[in-house]
């Protein structure tokens, strides 16, 4: 068994989550560079100290998860589903059931509140938000972000929904109170059911295709019937009445 075999045994049993399950090359390349970092030879060491240090595990989980993320990435996109997916939905249910999954810092739910609230007071949304990574819920939390973050941000959503304090934004409470923050990962625990819309947007890329496979149909299956998954722009679902979907829209798919 090779080092990174043995690391991945250990991570899935003292973590639940199971390495294997994304790209390998990405991935060593990623936690190579961490452990060399923090002065450790190989990922056999690298586990050990893992044992023993909480912040080198919160470090771990960091570099391990994606956190590139900013509001209205892909703009257009986020029109899309302001000025048709939203519409088209809420003819069969005013109250939608929305989950963003692999929200990272907050940017991808706080957008979908912002987008919403085109449609909707903001006292009637509510969206679920959920991460692998405790760290990045405790940020998304916060709702405190650079200036970078809100570059596609629309003036007026940027002035109604923002405070700036110093050189950050923080978003406002009206916006927070929309989003429930929870722990979750993907590839091991239960989803819940009967979601209106799913967004889970540049997160894939990093999974192999076993694992995006079965992640796509546990998101079919957590859809209602008409439900839409919104992916991000690489990601692309090539054969998408494998999971029971039919395209929407440009990166939307609607499960049939």
């Known amino acids: 068994m090779s080092d ?3 690391f991945i045994a250990g991570i899935k049993k003292k973590t639940g989550i199971d390495l294997a399950l994304y790209k390998e090359a990405q991935m060593k390349r990623r936690l190579t560079s961490l452990y060399e970092k923090k002065g450790y030879r190989n990922f056999v060491e690298f586990l050990h100290a893992l044992d023993n240090d909480r912040d080198l595990m919160n470090e771990f989980l960091d ?15 986020w029109e899309v589903l302001q ?3 939203f519409p088209n939905l809420m003819k069969s249910n005013k109250r939608l059931k929305i989950w963003s ?4 810092t907050g940017e991808e739910p706080y957008t979908i509140a912002m987008v919403l609230s085109h449609h909707m007071p903001l006292s009637q949304v509510n969206v679920l938000a959920t991460d ?5 819920i405790q940020k998304a939390k916060l709702g405190l972000y650079p200036e970078r973050s809100l570059a596609e941000v629309p003036s007026e959503m940027k002035s109604k929904f923002f405070i700036q304090e110093g050189p950050f934004y923080k978003v406002k409470d009206e ?3 929309t989003v429930t923050f929870k722990k979750h990962n993907l590839l091991n625990d239960k989803y819940d059911a009967n979601f209106d819309l799913i967004v889970c947007r540049n997160v894939m890329i990093y999974f192999t ?6 992640i796509y149909h546990n998101f079919s299956k957590a859809l209602r019937p008409g439900g839409v998954l919104f992916v991000g722009s690489t990601e ?3 054969n998408p009445a494998r999971y029971g979907f039919e395209i929407e829209d440009t990166f939307f798919y609607r499960k049939m």
Do not use: H, P
């Open 63 to 77: 570099r391990m998860t994606i956190n590139v993320s900013e509001f209205y990435r892909n703009g257009k996109r």
């Open 209 to 214: 295709e076993e694992a995006k496979d079965q």
């Open 83 to 85: 000025k048709k997916i």
């Open 4 to 6: 990174y075999e043995q």
């Open 175 to 177: 916006i927070k109170r």
């Open 101 to 104: 999954a692999a929200c990272s």
């Open 236 to 238: 692309q679902i090539f």
């Open 132 to 136: 692998l990574d405790e760290n990045v």
